[in-house]
T-cell receptor
Framework: GDSVTQMEGPVTLSEEAFLTINCTYT??????LFWYVQYPGEGLQLLLKATKADDKGSNKGFEATYRKETTSFHLEKGSVQVSDSAVYFCALGDTGTASKLTFGTGTRLQVTL | GAVVSQHPSWVICKSGTSVKIECRSL??????MFWYRQFPKQSLMLMATSNEGSKATYEQGVEKDKFLINHASLTLSTLTVTSAHPEDSSFYIC????????????FGPGTRLTVL
């Protein structure tokens, strides 16, 4: 079945540091890939997405590129801020309409001054 | 656009009572709604998928008689935790999707349930 593997956290960075959170997946077909962010006590918010190979999703300075050859969708940001502290989830959805999402375990990011 | 609300945002109840959680799509018609459960510091576990007007499809290991899901309209789904016990304490999150945005789910803010 489909699965998503994320790097374990927590990840602790100083403000303005470079961020990479690794995500790899296993799926049949050509899934869509997502990054969601969850701030403390809140639900999930879509951060970015990519629907086909070589697509790059970007939002709020975050980027991730859909790499089919390595089955990866790593999240990056060039300069993190304290306000980026949250839990980040990588997820994949199959190609059906209103598809189920398969989530990774989440990676907690803590950014300090 | 594509806003999903949940009510209540938190609830405390006594063991043995039932609790109902509402999930509403505020500005779109949700063809499908999903219910998730999230344990502390863990990922989301899909509990069930529901389509308007039909019975919910439960994931393996989820007790359908324990977690009753009703999706009576295109904007409302409810999750009722029946005869709640302390082990049911968790963060419950719903999401919704619609025909205009295939392969995407819009999440509610979650409901924190504490069973004493």
């Amino acid at each position: 079945g489909d699965s998503v593997t994320q790097m374990e956290g927590p990840v602790t960075l100083s403000e303005e540091a470079f961020l990479t959170i690794n995500c790899t997946y296993t799926a049949t077909g050509y899934p869509s890939l997502f990054w969601y962010v969850q701030y403390p006590g809140e639900g999930l918010q879509l951060l970015l997405k990519a629907t086909k190979a070589d697509d790059k999703g970007s939002n709020k300075g975050f980027e991730a590129t859909y790499r089919k050859e390595t089955t990866s969708f790593h999240l990056e940001k060039g300069s993190v801020q304290v306000s980026d502290s949250a839990v980040y989830f990588c997820a994949l959805g199959d190609t059906g309409t209103a598809s189920k999402l398969t989530f990774g375990t989440g990676t907690r990011l803590q950014v300090t001054l | 656009g594509a806003v999903v609300s949940q009510h209540p945002s938190w609830v405390i109840c006594k063991s043995g009572t039932s609790v109902k959680i509402e999930c509403r799509s505020l500005d779109f018609q949700a063809t499908t709604m999903f219910w998730y459960r999230q344990f502390p510091k863990q990922s989301l576990m899909l509990m069930a998928t529901s389509n308007e007007g039909s019975k919910a499809t439960y994931e393996q290991g989820v007790e359908k008689d324990k977690f009753l899901i009703n999706h009576a309209s295109l904007t409302l789904s409810t999750l009722t935790v029946t005869s709640a016990h302390p082990e049911d304490s968790s963060f419950y999150i719903c999401s919704a999707s619609w025909a205009g945005a295939p392969n995407e789910q819009f999440f509610g803010p979650g409901t924190r349930l504490t069973v004493l």
